[in-house]
Each structure stands twice: as C-alpha cells, then as structure tokens.
C-alpha cells in the first residue's frame, strides 16, 4: 500500500511539475508530459504503471478518458458553430469523416495494421489537440480566418474522433464475433440509441434538479462528476467502452442548455480534467516499453507520411475550397494538424481492451498514436512561425487591447479603438454591463474570461495588452496575474485602487488591510492611477477620448499646450505598431510619429479649430 500511495503521490507530483514548467516557459504541456513519461518510464523504470495498479488499471484510465471527454462535450455548444465561416463548418462536418475514412486506408494498406485495428486508430487520430494547438496560435498572430479554422477544429476534433473510435471499436468487435453486416449495423445502433438515451435521461435530470434549485450550489460539481461515471458504468453494461458515447452526449447536450451554473460547473471540470490529463498521459507513456517503441518500423513512418503529406492537405483543400481563406492561409492550415493527449489516451484505453478481445496487432496502436503525436507537435510547433511568415500571412493588423470589464468608460474606450481600426473585445460576466458595448457594434465576450471556455473562444494573439477595469480592484488583480504570462506581464494593466469616503489621513491600516501583494496584480494605469468611480465620474462630466498623431512640426509640447491640464495620456502607438502604456511607474514621451490616445475634456470650439488648423498644417491629426 505505500508504495501505490508513493506511486499516485509521483505521477501527480509530476505532471503538475510538467503543467507548471509549460505555463512558465510558454510551450505546449504535451511536450513536457511526453518527456517527463518518457523518463519516468521507458529509461528509468521509476513507475511501472501495471506493477503499481494491477487490474485496476484499466478501469481507472477507462474512468479518466470519460471525465476528459465529458469535458470536451462540453465545450461544444452548435449555437456557437453555426455562426462560423462556411470553411470551418465544412472541415468539421465533412472533414473529420473523410479524414478517418482516409487514415484507415493509409493505417490498412500502408501501415499494415489490420481491418479492425486500423478502424479504431484512424478514429482517434481525427482529434487535433486544442491543449497543443491553443499556445501555437498564442505565438503566431495568424489572420483571424485561419485562426478560427485551426482553433474550433481542435475544440469539436476531440469529442467527434471519440465517437469515430467507440463506433469502429463495437463493429470490430461485433464482427470478431461472427456477426453479420446487417447484424453489426444493428449493433451500433443500440450501442448509439442506449448510449444517446441515458445521456438525455442524465442531462435532462441534472437540469431540472439545478433549474428548480433541487440540488444546492456546493453539491452541483460532485453530483455531476458521479453522474457522469454512471452514466459511463451503465452504458457499459450493456456494451464494452460504449459508455464514451454517453458521457461525450451528456457533455454536448448540457453544452447546449442555459443552465446557469454551468460556466461554474465548467471550471470546476476545468481543474479535475487538467490533473486527470497530466496523470493519465504520464501512466500511459510510462506503460510502454522501450521495445514497444523500437519495434516501429517503415510502414509506420511511411503511414505518418501518408498523413502529413497527403490526407491532411487533401481534406484542408476540399474542405476549404470556395471559402474566404487565401491560398496561402490554405495552404498552412493543411500542414498544421497536432494531436494531444486524448489522441494518446484514447488509443491507450482501446488498445488494452483490443488486446482483450484478441486482436493480435492492437499492442501496436499505443506506439503509433505516441510517434504521430511526437511528430505533429515537435514538426508543426516549430515550423508553424516560419512558414506562416514565408507565406506573408502573419497577422499584419495593429495589436489590439482586451479589456475585461463593460461599463460606459471600456464602452466608450472601445469606440475609439475601432475608429482606429485596432482590434477590440470587450469582456464581462454580465449581461447587462455589456449593453452599451453591443448598442456600439462592438465585439464582446458574454463568460468568464479566467476560464477555459474562454482559453477556447478568444483569440488572445489577437491583443497586444489587456485593462482589466471592472469595480473590483481584487479581480481586475486576479485577471491580470492569470493572463500575465500568458500576455506577458508588462502588458497587462489595470485601474487603480478605489478610494473610497474612509480613506484619508490616518486610514494607514485600512489601506494596508486593503492592499493586494505586489507580486500580485498587473500595472497600475495612469500616472496618478485613477480608479473606476473617479473615470466613469469624469466621463459623466462630458470627458472623451482623442486620438492625435505627432508630427515634427506639431510635438508632444504642443499636444499638451492644445489639451486641459488635468488630461490623462492612456497610451502611445509608436509607428512599428508597439503600444507604450501610461502607468504610475513609467512616464510615456511621445515623439513625432507616435500616435496618441488620450482621455480629457472636450476641446473649446476656438482651441479645437485652432489645434486641428495647426496639426493638419504640421501633417498631424487629432479625432
């Protein structure tokens, strides 16, 4: 018993070392999950999974895999793709079948692999890891058609490749049996009516109880993390790893509700997924045997080949033919393509009930899942920058700012943002806070911006910086410590501290009581850090935001002769793009060239007409 308690203690010890050192330098976990199982496996023998777990081990990976795929599901809300392009409509609904039909003719006829096996490995290897290709996109700012097309296919791959594996696993299954085709035919489709019909059941039962307040708020995460295990365990009774369907179904049928707890829900899975994930990856890579690995050999290389070089970009070019794309973003989207881990979990999970059933070749499909996993993440991780910028598509836009936080001041922020053609979104949990933002026509994100959902949703590569301006100082802190290195830390900024009618001489204590670690946090804008009731007062008092480009002729000096005392500089686009933000800490000197953004009284109707005559004389603008 101790050594399994030491042997659990390690594999979570390690992965979370694993996730952490990914978060810390910026690159995908995978790569440090694949090296630290590696090691911890295969080389050293440190874990030997089946000596530790014995027979349990397969039902606890079984129990893993249908926890993350329940995840899965439910990011997949259908509202949400049917507003996207017709590309990545058609890569999704055409694409992922056409893909595992041709992948089993390569797994078959060019990797050897038998009927059956080559079925099951061609269904899971559909998936695109959106865990790999979320931080790929972070650091290459693709054109935003593109982008969409890589990120939402990782988002449905991962539930649609687990179905694709579940339908070929009963029919190989079926047919190992004897039956016939109409017989197998019949098979998948019980397998499909119970597994959709206990899904439903489920979902529609969790629903209710929540809607009519039936279960209290702390007791909703946990009974929706057993109901997903019996949904899973019941479906298995009837049918070996059909139980996938079912927690996958439940997943995209409560995807697809209002229920209100979910966002809640959603990252509580969120946190229970992330261990599972880093756990399960490092059991099942320390579970292969060096041999295992050695014993790849051409076919399986030449199958890869097939893969890259010939049904990757043949689907991408069909799929995308006709749509807005250019060639060249075609062209990229057809060579990047990286599994993750469910690819690896999934292939591990029905290879060992493969193995069960006696299909002699099923040992081989772990290995393969490991190389083309190893393969899309180092080949297309690396070569993602380079090629995009050798075919001219990086993203030419001007960065542009998040700002978490709907209110009159981000409203009216944004505004002028999108006058100057810079992207903008604006973020908040509140429905009503963001009515101002869509009265303008401007983009905005209804959700938590701390979760995954959002991780999935919004394009981050997209904004230069973030302001965090909601009322709550202690969560425009938490905002900007998440994304901080995510953004990078210089910039993400946030408004200052709310003073409130207490504070003042002698309220040294309370401020103290008040004040957040100052490793916490993002900085502090503007130079005298004005809060969110001092802006939202000031903008009620006629104050607005002004754009104005410097010229040699009409300098920062001017600009400041034309404007009140009190205005507030907010930042300066220098003339490579680069937006330099006013703080507390740094005192921005605009020169000639910079664009600046500002927030200020309205300009006097004869001291506006006198700085637009003398700006537009010198070539400078001010709107």
């Known amino acids: 018993m101790p050594d399994v308690i030491l042997d659990v203690a390690l594999i979570g010890g390690l992965g979370m070392a694993a996730q952490w050192i990914a978060w810390r330098f910026q690159i995908p976990a995978i790569v440090i999950l694949l090296v630290v199982g ?13 000596a530790t777990f014995g027979d349990l081990l397969s039902p606890l990976v079984s129990i893993a895999v249908a926890i993350i795929l329940f995840e899965g599901g439910l990011n997949l809300n259908f509202s949400e793709i049917t507003g996207l392009s017709a590309s990545v409509r058609r890569l999704i609904v055409f694409g992922a079948p056409a893909t595992w039909g041709l992948t089993y003719l390569a797994a078959h006829h060019i990797g050897g692999l038998s009927a059956p096996t080559a079925a099951v490995i061609s269904g899971v290897l559909v998936v695109t890891g959106p865990t790999v290709i979320m931080p790929l996109l972070r650091q290459t700012r693709l054109p935003r058609g593109a982008s ?27 047919l190992s049996q004897g039956e016939g085709l109409s017989e197998t035919v019949l098979r998948l489709g019980v397998a499909i009516f119970i597994g959709g019909s206990i899904a439903i059941i489920l979902s529609r039962t969790i629903l209710l109880a929540f809607i009519r307040g039936l279960v209290p708020e702390f007791l909703k995460a946990p009974i929706l993390l057993v109901a997903v295990l019996l949904g899973f365990g019941l479906t298995n009774l009837f049918m070996d790893e059909a139980g996938l369907l079912t927690v996958t179904a439940m997943g995209i049928a409560l995807a697809n509700t209002r229920m209100a707890s979910l966002e809640e829900l959603r990252r509580f899975k969120e ?68 599994r993750g881990v469910v690819a690896v979990a999934v292939s591990g999970l029905f290879a060992q009930a493969m193995a069960a059933q006696g299909f002699e070749d099923a040992g081989r499909m772990a290995p393969i899942a490991f190389l083309v996993v190893v393969a899309t993440v180092v080949l297309h991780g690396f070569s993602i920058r380079p090629l995009s910028l050798a075919l001219g ?22 505004v002028k943002l999108k006058e100057a053609e810079m992207p903008v979104l604006i973020a908040d949990g509140n429905w009503n806070r963001l009515a101002a933002a869509r009265r303008e026509g401007l983009p905005y994100y209804y959700g938590e911006i701390l979760s995954e959902a959002a991780e999935h949703r919004v394009d981050v590569s997209r904004y230069g910086a973030l302001i965090a301006a909601t009322d709550d100082d202690s969560y425009n802190a938490l905002v900007c410590t998440d994304l901080g290195p995510e953004m990078g830390r210089s910039n993400v900024f946030q408004l200052g501290r709310q003073r409130t009618q207490h504070d003042g001489e002698g309220a040294a204590n309370r401020a103290e009581r008040h004040q957040l670690h100052f490793t916490v946090g993002g900085r502090t804008l503007f130079r005298d850090g004005s809060g969110y009731h001092q802006l939202d007062r000031l903008l009620a008092q006629g104050w607005v935001f002004h754009r104005t480009r410097l010229s040699k002729e009409f300098d920062y000096e001017a600009f400041k002769a034309s404007r009140a005392p009190e205005f507030k500089l907010v930042f300066v686009q220098r003339p ?10 740094e005192q921005v000197k605009p020169v000639a060239g910079d664009v600046i953004f500002s927030f200020g009284p309205p300009l006097k109707e004869d001291k506006t007409n006198g700085a637009k005559e003398k700006a537009e004389s010198a070539g400078g603008k001010d709107t």
Request: aromatic share 10%; glycine share 10%.
């Open 576 to 585: 490579n793009g680069r937006l330099v933000f006013s703080t507390t800490a």
């Open 271 to 338: 946190m229970i997924t992330i261990l599972l994930v880093s756990g399960l990856f490092i059991v099942l890579i320390a579970s292969m045997q060096l041999s295992d690995l050695l014993a790849l050999g051409w076919r399986d290389f030449l199958f890869l080949g097939a893969m890259l070089f010939l049904i990757r970009p043949a689907v991408v070019m069909a799929a995308t033919a006709g749509g807005k794309l250019s060639w060249r973003e075609r062209l990229l989207c057809s060579w990047i393509a990286p």
């Open 148 to 174: 969409s097309l890589l990120r939402w296919e990782g988002i449905v791959a991962d539930p649609i490749g687990a179905m694709f594996a579940v339908i070929a696993y009963e029919g190989a299954v079926a």
């Open 393 to 414: 598509i990086s993203s030419a836009e001007p960065p542009g700012i998040l700002l978490v936080g709907g209110s009159a001041w981000t409203t009216a922020l944004g």
């Open 38 to 50: 590696f090691i911890a496996g295969p080389v050293t023998g440190a874990l030997d999974p089946e």
